[in-house]
T-cell receptor, first 114, second 114 residues
Framework: EAGVTQFPSHSVIEKGQTVTLRCDPI?????LYWYRRVMGKEIKFLLH??????QDESGMPNNRFLAERTGGTYSTLKVQPAELEDSGVYFC????WGLGTEAFFGQGTRLTVV | EDQVTQSPEALRLQEGESSSLNCSYT??????LFWYRQDPGKGPEFLFT???AGEEKEKERLKATLTKKESFLHITAPKPEDSATYLC???????????????FGKGTHLIIQP
């Protein structure tokens, strides 16, 4: 069974540009999470989808970040326009049973804004 | 606000030298405490979930325990392949009003020397 897959693995963009990250969860997992780790800090929660609905987006840093999950399958996270402080590793995770159960992480997308 | 503190930040052991990693937490109603392993350039890999004080879980050379204030990850007779960063995370219950996502600690970087 395939795990959580993220694309691209690395992205380097200039300040002010737009970047879209993609996450393909484990098949059948209704719950999808986005997290971010910035340099030297712990991994931080961004948002949670249940199927195509945003269940909790309290961790989204500002309105330059837009997450979607059309059809309840894969998800995208768009940053527009990117700022230097958006650099970090963005992780996606999925789980079958939701809160309080194990979530499986992708390998992450390393975003560098220059 | 939910908090997770892991200690030590880094630990270097000889192969076969047993030790414990600590995770202290404060959370408004614990829904679950999670241990993950992370290798360089990869996403966190799920190890254990603990739900209530007194619970213990084992997997190969690893054993996780939970009290009302902290969790320990005991590693017995470690091998070089156990070298990784070990992450602790908590999920708060709904009554605490916390976010859906996990609150992570910064991790313990474990090195096992042959």
């Amino acid at each position: 069974e395939a795990g959580v897959t993220q694309f691209p693995s690395h992205s380097v963009i200039e300040k002010g540009q737009t970047v879209t990250l993609r996450c393909d969860p484990i098949s059948g997992h209704d719950n999808l999470y986005w997290y971010r780790r910035v340099m030297g800090k712990e991994i931080k929660f961004l948002l949670h989808f249940v199927k195509e609905s945003k269940q909790d987006e309290s961790g989204m840093p500002n309105n330059r970040f837009l997450a979607e999950r059309t059809g309840g399958t894969y998800s995208t996270l768009k940053v527009q326009p990117a700022e230097l402080e958006d650099s970090g590793v963005y992780f996606c995770a999925s789980s079958q049973w939701g809160l309080g159960t194990e979530a499986f992480f992708g390998q992450g997308t390393r975003l560098t804004v220059v | 606000e939910d908090q997770v503190t892991q200690s030590p930040e880094a630990l270097r052991l000889q192969e076969g030298e047993s030790s414990s990693l600590n995770c202290s937490y404060t959370v408004s109603g614990l829904r679950g405490l999670f241990w993950y392993r992370q290798d360089p350039g990869k996403g966190p890999e799920f190890l254990f979930t603990l739900y209530s004080a007194g619970e213990e879980k084992e997997k190969e050379r690893l054993k996780a325990t939970l009290t009302k204030k902290e969790s320990f990850l005991h590693i017995t007779a470690p091998k070089p392949e156990d070298s990784a960063t070990y992450l602790c995370a908590v999920q708060a219950g709904n009554s605490g009003g916390g976010a859906d996502g996990l609150t992570f600690g910064k991790g313990t970087h474990l090195i096992i020397q042959p």
